[in-house]
């Protein structure tokens, strides 16, 4: 096996292992996974949480 150019099987494996955003879907999710992160830690605004209680 020359490890400049490893067969197709080991980089297919690699891909399923790293799950990496490869179609739109997987770009969306990683993005929305990333946003949540971000935010995890701040409290969520009381404006909103009353806004939508008072709209039910």
């Given amino acids: ?7 197709r099987h080991l980089i297919a494996e690699l891909m399923a292992q790293l ?3 490869i179609n739109d879907r997987a770009i969306r999710r990683a993005g929305a996974r990333a946003e949540w ?4 830690d701040v409290p969520p605004e009381m404006d909103d949480i009353f806004a939508e209680i008072s709209s039910i």
């Fill in 1 to 7: 096996m020359d490890a400049r150019n490893p067969p």
């Fill in 19 to 21: 799950r990496l955003p």
């Fill in 37 to 40: 992160c971000a935010r995890r």
